[in-house]
């Protein structure tokens, strides 16, 4: 038990240790002649980023520069919203498609091509083409989340569909099963196992698609009160809003694990490949 | 080439129930030569038989196999069941263990062997039953609700043989059915499926908690 | 009777060809112009690409693209080799010291939670708006990607490769040189095409920000300019520099591990 405390006292010292290097170094006069990272005006200070918090969370009306008395909140459920539905959507298409095309050998093979050069495209870099397509709602920020999200669960779901053993499918089409069971018990198992696989990924990518969209473009949302935050050298704000983010995008990426621990119980651990954001 | 067993049969005069007929198959692998894995392979196997193909890997065995189950058609020749033709289709009355895992793994080793009697619409009495039944014989009752990859290869085979036999197929086609194991579990194997073979002709003393019993006529390959 | 294959590359070429002009030509339709975003405005057309295209390569305009697509390029890659050593001897170090493993494995565990594109403007605030903050944000991303891997190469050998080494004879610091440090490397080495891929996008990412070079400074500025062609140019060139980097690096770790068997990683 010893060995144990000692570890964990460690970290928290080791915490505690870039706390206080944050909070105090930028004090030490001249410090920014020689390490010009270290100036309060860029980086802020643990004390003051608390202080905002509290701030937001006890007071009403408007207190600082960007981030007013409540609307952290409000930003904060714009993203989350955002986030979610493009979730959904993304991985609802991209199973469908991932499941149709993997059992369509013909059409599989007319679109590989297509289907890798599509893949091979960094879709975050797509943001700017649908922010001037669609603007800067949330609809926007689902097509981009959906964009995102589809293609990986797309192409992970493909394969899944593509590696389903042919013995499994003629045990049990010998066995008695008829087209739909077939369907039912084998192939939609076999495919949504690679689907629930992919999950954490996929709400990570939803995530960046919409952060990243309202970085570029947004009018609302936590990605957007950073941008702004930058432009206007608020540091303490960005530092609020970026921690903010952080804690839900850990949270939610948190939940797609349990979700696909969840669903895929019947599995000893097995990555599914390909994709990428 | 797949050579034929001398036959021990119950009956000598029974009737044929499973016949290939000069079979034959060619394999082509684009410019290569064609390789004739089968040449008029002729073959049948009597009702309560039970009839080992036995030969080195890459012989045609499963390929005859393949080709009674209706997996795959012949270049020329043909199947007859119960003296109907059947090349090309699997008869109902057809059960066949393949050489891979085809236990499904996001099923309990319960609906696993349940599974060809859903597909066949089986009363859920019946279904439970044979089930239990099955559990029994192959040593897995405690095990029903544990999923496949929490078991060990020889326990998955028996779950996969359990599923054949549960449905009662007429004949039965094994494809290396213990091939992947190690000797001690594939004695055991062999051991049970003697027995659960040899139990329907002649009553033991073990019996099974049900009155239900399969009765195959089983064909099995081997290396 | 058709051949599958030609029906295949027919199906292809089909795709294409439908693709294309349904392309050139809808945006062109009064109606879906009005109602729809199929606007040449907002999508431009292949034709005024390919113009496009030809005018930033080869033509009048020949150099403009190269120039900011080597700036991007250039941080990129700088980072990478920065961020793939650090995160090289960090995983083989965090691997071989539980203490180092106890004390700082849970932080990186911490950080690598967040997707290292989400703290882009925190880099870009600390480090300005040019070169500095895009070799960060790569330096950032392929640190994780390269740790990762590394720590995985130098602690999941089997037993028995290192037990068998210490029986032929071998000190700690000789298994140390011939088993732990190779596996390390090729684990390393197998995430090369992947960081730098990711590495690139979040150079272009961090350029969103108003850096003024490099291929996401001219995708942000077409975007603000509302001209869709120059933007489709650039996402095209992004694009193909990014496959192309990708597939070299995919090449040379071809190369480089041909003898890696993938049975003794665990």
Same mark, same amino acid.
């Given at each position: 038990?010893?060995r144990?405390t000692?570890?964990?006292?460690?970290?928290?010292?080791?915490?505690?240790v870039?706390?206080?290097?944050w909070?105090?170094v930028?004090?030490?006069?001249?410090?920014t002649r020689w390490?010009?990272?270290?100036?309060?005006?860029?980086?802020?200070?643990?004390?003051?980023?608390?202080?905002?918090?509290?701030?937001? !969370?006890?007071?009403?009306?408007?207190?600082?520069?960007?981030?007013?008395s409540?609307?952290?909140?409000?930003?904060l459920?714009?993203?989350?919203?955002?986030t979610?539905l493009?979730?959904?959507?993304?991985?609802?298409?991209?199973?469908?498609?991932?499941?149709?095309?993997?059992?369509?050998?013909?059409?599989?093979?007319?679109?590989?091509?297509?289907?890798?050069?599509v893949?091979?495209l960094?879709?975050?870099?797509?943001?700017?083409?649908?922010?001037?397509?669609?603007?800067?709602?949330l609809?926007?920020?689902?097509?981009?989340?959906?964009?995102?999200?589809?293609?990986i669960?797309?192409?992970?779901?493909? !394969?899944?569909?593509?590696?389903?053993?042919?013995?499994?499918?003629?045990?049990?089409?010998i066995l008695?099963?008829?087209?739909?069971q077939?369907?039912?018990?084998?192939?939609?198992?076999?495919?949504?196992?690679?689907?629930?696989?992919?999950?954490?990924?996929?709400?990570?990518?939803?995530?960046?698609?919409?952060v990243?969209?309202?970085?570029?473009?947004?009018?609302?949302?936590?990605?957007?009160?950073?941008?702004v935050a930058?432009?206007?050298?608020?540091?303490?704000?960005?530092?609020v !809003?970026?921690?903010?983010?952080?804690?839900?995008?850990?949270?939610?990426?948190?939940? !797609?694990?349990r979700l696909?621990?969840?669903?895929?119980?019947?599995?000893?651990?097995?990555?599914?490949?390909?994709?990428?954001? | 080439?797949?050579?034929?067993?001398?036959?021990?049969?119950?009956?000598?005069?029974?009737r044929?129930?499973?016949?290939?007929?000069?079979?034959?198959? %060619?394999?082509?692998?684009?410019?290569?030569?064609?390789f004739?894995a089968?040449?008029?392979?002729?073959?049948?196997?009597?009702?309560?038989?039970f009839?080992?193909?036995?030969?080195?890997?890459?012989?045609?065995?499963?390929?005859?196999l393949?080709?009674?189950?209706?997996?795959?058609?012949?270049?020329?020749?043909a199947?007859f069941?119960?003296?109907?033709?059947?090349?090309?289709?699997?008869?109902r009355?057809m059960?066949?263990?393949?050489?891979?895992?085809?236990?499904?793994p996001?099923?309990?080793?319960?609906r696993?062997?349940?599974?060809?009697?859903?597909?066949?619409?089986?009363?859920?009495?019946?279904?439970?039953?044979?089930?239990?039944w099955?559990?029994?014989?192959?040593?897995?009752?405690?095990? %029903?609700?544990?999923?496949?990859?929490q078991l060990?290869?020889?326990?998955?085979? %028996?779950?996969? *043989?359990m599923?054949?036999?549960?449905?009662d197929?007429?004949?039965? *086609?094994?494809?290396?059915?213990?091939?992947?194991?190690?000797?001690?579990?594939?004695?055991?194997?062999?051991?049970?499926?003697?027995e659960?073979w040899? %139990?329907?002709?002649?009553?033991?003393?073990?019996?099974?908690t049900?009155?239900?019993?399969?009765?195959?006529?089983?064909?099995a390959?081997?290396? | 009777?058709?051949?599958?294959?030609?029906?295949?590359?027919?199906?292809?070429?089909?795709v294409?060809?439908?693709?294309l002009?349904?392309?050139?030509?809808?945006?062109?339709?009064?109606?879906?112009?009005?109602r729809?975003?199929l606007d040449?405005?907002?999508v431009?057309?292949p034709?005024?690409?390919?113009?496009?295209?030809w005018?930033?390569?080869?033509?009048?305009?020949?150099?403009?693209?190269?120039?900011?697509?080597?700036?991007?390029?250039?941080?990129?890659l700088?980072?990478?080799?920065?961020?793939?050593?650090?995160?090289?001897?960090?995983?083989?170090?965090?691997?071989?010291?539980?203490?180092?493993?106890g004390?700082?494995?849970?932080?990186?565990?911490a950080?690598?939670?967040?997707?290292?594109?989400?703290?882009?403007?925190?880099?870009?605030l600390?480090?300005?708006?040019?070169?500095?903050?895009?070799?960060?944000?790569?330096?950032?991303?392929?640190?994780?990607?390269?740790?990762y891997?590394?720590?995985?190469?130098?602690?999941?050998?089997?037993?028995?490769?290192?037990?068998s080494?210490r029986?032929?004879?071998?000190?700690?610091?000789?298994?140390?040189?011939?088993?732990?440090?190779?596996?390390?490397?090729?684990?390393?080495?197998?995430?090369?095409?992947?960081?730098?891929?990711?590495?690139?996008?979040?150079?272009?990412?961090?350029e969103?920000f108003?850096?003024?070079?490099?291929?996401g400074?001219?995708?942000?500025?077409?975007?603000?300019?509302?001209?869709?062609?120059?933007?489709m140019?650039?996402?095209?060139?992004?694009?193909v520099m990014g496959s192309?980097?990708v597939g070299?690096?995919?090449?040379a770790?071809?190369?480089?591990?041909?003898?890696?068997?993938?049975?003794?990683?665990?």
């Open positions: 038990m010893g144990r000692a570890l964990v006292a460690s970290r928290l010292v080791l915490v505690a870039i706390l206080a290097i909070q105090w930028p004090q030490i006069p001249g410090i390490a010009p990272i270290f100036d309060s005006f860029f980086i802020s200070s643990p004390a003051r980023i608390a202080a905002k918090f509290w701030e937001l !969370a006890t007071t009403t009306g408007d207190q600082g520069a960007v981030l007013k409540g609307n952290l909140f409000v930003q459920w714009a993203t989350l919203w955002a979610l493009g979730f959904v959507v993304g991985v609802t298409s991209g199973f469908l498609a991932g499941l149709v095309l993997s059992q369509t050998r013909t059409l599989a093979d007319i679109l590989n091509p297509y289907l890798v050069a893949n091979a960094p879709r975050v870099a797509l943001v700017p083409l649908i922010i001037m397509i669609f603007g800067t709602g609809g926007a920020k689902v097509v981009l989340a959906w964009l995102i999200v589809f293609f669960v797309f192409f992970n779901t493909y !394969a899944g569909g593509r590696a389903l053993e042919p013995s499994l499918v003629d045990s049990c089409r008695g099963a008829s087209r739909r077939l369907l039912r018990t084998v192939v939609i198992p076999h495919v949504a196992g690679w689907t629930f696989a992919i999950l954490p990924l996929a709400m990570s990518a939803s995530i960046i698609g919409v990243v969209g309202e970085f570029v473009g947004g009018a609302q949302g936590l990605g957007y009160i950073i941008t930058l432009g206007q050298l608020e540091a303490t704000d960005l530092f !809003a970026l921690l903010t983010l952080c804690v839900v995008a850990v949270v939610l990426i948190g939940l !797609a694990t696909e621990k969840r669903l895929l119980h019947w599995r000893p651990e097995h990555v599914g490949e390909g994709g990428q954001a | 080439m797949a050579r034929v067993m001398p036959r021990e049969s119950a009956v000598p005069t029974a044929a129930v499973v016949e290939a007929r000069d079979v034959t198959r %060619r394999f082509t692998h684009g410019a290569a030569e064609p004739t089968l040449d008029r392979v002729s073959l049948e196997v009597r009702e309560g038989e009839l080992a193909i036995v030969g080195p890997s890459g012989c045609g065995k499963s390929t005859l393949h080709i009674m189950a209706g997996l795959k058609r012949p270049d020329s020749g199947i069941v119960n003296g109907a033709e059947t090349t090309g289709t699997t008869p009355e059960g066949y263990l393949f050489q891979e895992d085809t236990v499904l996001w099923y309990s080793v319960e696993n062997i349940a599974l060809g009697l859903r597909y066949r619409g089986a009363s859920v009495p019946d279904v439970r039953a044979r089930v239990e099955a559990l029994e014989v192959s040593g897995l009752t405690e095990f %029903r609700r544990s999923y496949p990859h060990s290869g020889g326990m998955r085979r %028996r779950v996969a *043989l599923m054949t036999l549960v449905v197929p007429k004949i039965l *086609l094994m494809d290396e059915p213990f091939g992947a194991l190690d000797t001690h579990t594939k004695t055991r194997l062999h051991a049970s499926l003697l659960i040899g %139990r329907r002709a002649r009553p033991s003393s073990s019996l099974p049900t009155s239900w019993r399969p009765s195959p006529s089983p064909i390959s081997s290396s | 009777m058709l051949r599958r294959s030609t029906l295949v590359h027919a199906g292809r070429l089909l294409l060809v439908a693709f002009a349904a392309w050139e030509t809808l945006p062109r339709i009064p109606v879906l112009r009005a729809t975003f040449p405005n907002f431009s057309l034709s005024l690409v390919a113009v496009r295209l005018q930033t390569t080869f033509g009048s305009k020949a150099g403009y693209l190269w120039v900011h697509a080597g700036a991007s390029l250039g941080a990129a700088v980072g990478f080799v920065c961020g793939a050593a650090a995160g090289f001897v960090m995983g083989l170090a965090l691997a071989q010291s539980t203490v180092a493993r004390l700082l494995k849970p932080f990186i565990d950080f690598s939670a967040v997707p290292p594109i989400l703290l882009v403007p925190l880099i870009t600390v480090f300005g708006l040019g070169t500095t903050s895009k070799i960060a944000t790569s330096v950032y991303i392929v640190f994780f990607v390269v740790f891997n590394s720590y995985k190469g130098a602690s999941a050998l089997p037993e028995s490769m290192t037990a080494c029986l032929l004879g071998g000190s700690r610091w000789d298994i140390m040189k011939t088993v732990i440090v190779p596996s390390s490397a090729a684990w390393a080495f197998a995430a090369f095409p992947t960081a730098i891929g990711y590495a690139l996008i979040g150079v272009v990412v961090a969103f108003g850096s003024p070079t490099g291929l400074s001219i995708i942000i500025t077409s975007m603000n300019t509302g001209s869709a062609t120059d933007l140019v650039s996402i095209l060139a992004l694009a192309g980097l070299l690096a995919r090449l770790e071809q190369r480089l591990l041909h003898w890696r068997p993938e049975y003794w990683v665990a």
